[in-house]
Nanobody, 117 residues
């Protein structure tokens, strides 16, 4: 099992920045990819960004050029969010995927990000 704990959400004005962090514990050696998803009110959960163990990253089109994901070490992933927009308002969830076949997915409890206009 892998446990994930997020931190860094909050309230910010449009154009501002926030940094989210996620710390993994437990069977961290089994983690392949880590990433961030979000769920806005009335919408489905969507991928924001992820990073695999080799360093390759994927971003949603809506955040390219504004958000940067980084894996600080095997246990921690961060999301730097710049030029925030009201439409970025959502609960952000940390995700970890292991090397299993099929892979197991683990989720954090979520952290609220609110961007005011």
């Amino acid at each position: 099992q892998v446990q994930l704990v997020e931190s860094g959400g909050g309230l910010v004005q449009a154009g501002g920045s926030l940094r989210l962090s996620c710390a993994a514990s437990g069977r961290t050696f089994s983690i392949n990819a880590m990433g961030w998803y979000r769920r806005a009110p009335g919408k489905q959960r969507e991928l924001v960004a992820d990073i695999v163990s080799g360093g390759s990253t994927t971003y949603a089109d809506s955040v390219k050029g504004r958000f940067t994901i980084s894996r600080d070490n095997a246990h921690t992933v961060s999301l730097q969010m710049n030029s925030l927009k009201p439409e970025d308002t959502a609960v952000y969830y940390c995700n970890a995927e292991d090397h299993g076949y099929p892979p197991n997915n683990y989720w954090g409890q979520g952290t609220q990000v609110t961007v005011s206009s």
